[in-house]
Structure formats: structure tokens, C-alpha cells
């Protein structure tokens, strides 16, 4: 089992709110990652980080900010929450392993704006 | 990366061997083959994965053709709890990223 763990696991918010969507793990993971997938759709990744205090934007544009001020702990952040970014959230670790892209994902938070 | 190509659906009765074809025909030397499921509303979780040789664990075995061209997950004695979108995904080796990338998949219906 991997131990990492994302919460709130549904979040259902009005437009113009403030929110953070919450992901830890457990396992001492350098690298960490955000998808982003809606129903019945691809996984795309729109944030990663390689360790502490380095954050990069992934493949999908997204208007969601992340930090990594410690090793376990990888939030994401949106400032002004819109109807448009309904959708399921996963997070992801990996430890730094060459040729193996193994990952762990938590169990994901569906974000649903009214 | 290479591209895949899977069938969108697949059926298979419980008890019975699911085997999930994967296409990757422009595949090179140095990139591996992975495979990951996806059951409802979860995060993806990590199969198997291999390079040229046939590999098998605990939740399946990787058949991969000798042209490597196109692999087969098999899932040998498959129960309800297989029913998920399965994600056949290749990548090179070398410096890891991490930064995989999810198509379509193939969605298994394991019905009794």
C-alpha cells in the first residue's frame, strides 16, 4: 500500500473562493506531481516538483499554484476557483530511481465549482 | 515517447485469463513498457513493466513480441476487482522524470 494520502477527498465550493487541495506522503519521495483528469478522460499533469523548494509546471496549462517547502507535503493552490476547474485532482510520488517510473497515486479530490 | 494504441473495451468472464493487447510499432532500443490500472474514481496503480524480456509478478505477466512491437498484460485469473481502465504507456530510459503519460487505456468490464 502506498501512504500517500490527499484530502479533502470531494470539495464542492462557490466561484470566487480560495482553496487548497492537501497532499502528503510518507514514504520520503523526492519527486511529486499533480494530474488533473476529468471523467472518462486522459490524466494530464499540470504540476511537478523534483524535492523541496522546486516546483515546475507540467504538460497542461493550469491556473493553480503549488509549493514544496517540505519533502512530504505537496499543496495546490487556486486562488480564484471557477466552474471550469471542476474536475478530479491526483497527486503523485516517486522516489529517484533510474529507469523505473514507478508512481504512487493518493486516492484523488473531486473539485466540483458551482 | 512512443505512441500506443489500445482497444477501448474489452469483456472478460471472472475466472478467466484477461489478456490486454498493447500496440507500440515505432517503439525504439532504449524505451521500456509500462502498465498501470486505474479502477473508478481512484489513482492509477503501477502493474508491471519491462524492456524485451517476458516479466511477471505478483498481479500479472508482460508478454512483449520479440520485434517488441507490442506487448500483452495478462491478468491470469481475473476476479470483479480487476474491472478498471488499464494504461499501456512506454518510456525511455535514462534519466528518470517521472512524467508519464496517460492515453485513453483500455477499459476491462470482468463480468460474472
Known amino acids: 500500500e502506498a501512504d500517500i494520502y490527499q484530502t479533502p477527498r470531494y470539495l464542492v465550493i462557490g466561484t470566487g473562493k480560495k482553496i487548497t487541495l492537501e497532499c502528503s506522503q510518507t514514504?520520503?519521495?523526492?519527486?511529486m506531481y499533480w494530474y488533473q483528469q476529468d471523467p472518462g478522460m486522459e490524466l494530464h499533469l499540470i504540476h511537478y516538483s523534483y524535492g523541496v523548494n522546486s516546483t515546475e509546471k507540467g504538460d497542461l496549462s493550469s491556473e493553480s499554484t503549488v509549493s514544496r517547502i517540505r519533502t512530504e507535503h505537496f499543496p495546490l493552490t487556486l486562488e480564484s476557483a471557477r466552474p471550469s476547474h471542476t474536475s478530479q485532482y491526483l497527486c503523485a510520488s516517486s522516489f529517484g530511481q533510474l529507469r523505473l517510473e514507478k508512481l504512487f497515486f493518493g486516492s484523488g479530490t473531486q473539485l466540483s465549482v458551482l | 515517447d512512443a505512441k500506443t494504441t489500445q482497444p477501448p473495451s474489452m469483456d472478460c468472464a471472472e475466472g478467466r485469463a484477461a489478456n490486454l493487447p498493447c500496440n507500440h510499432s515505432?517503439?525504439?532500443?532504449?524505451?521500456?513498457v509500462y502498465w498501470y490500472r486505474q479502477i473508478h474514481s481512484q489513482g492509477p496503480q503501477y502493474i508491471i513493466h519491462g524492456l524485451k524480456n517476458n516479466e511477471t509478478n505478483e498481479m500479472a505477466s508482460l508478454i512483449i513480441t520479440e520485434d517488441r512491437k507490442s506487448s500483452t498484460l495478462i491478468l491470469p485469473h481475473a476476479t470483479l476487482r480487476d474491472t478498471a481502465v488499464y494504461y499501456c504507456i512506454v518510456r525511455v530510459e535514462g534519466e528518470y522524470t517521472g512524467k508519464l503519460i496517460f492515453g485513453q487505456g483500455t477499459t476491462l468490464q470482468v463480468k460474472p
Open positions: 515505432t517503439i525504439s532500443g532504449n524505451e521500456y
Open positions: 514514504m520520503g519521495h523526492d519527486k
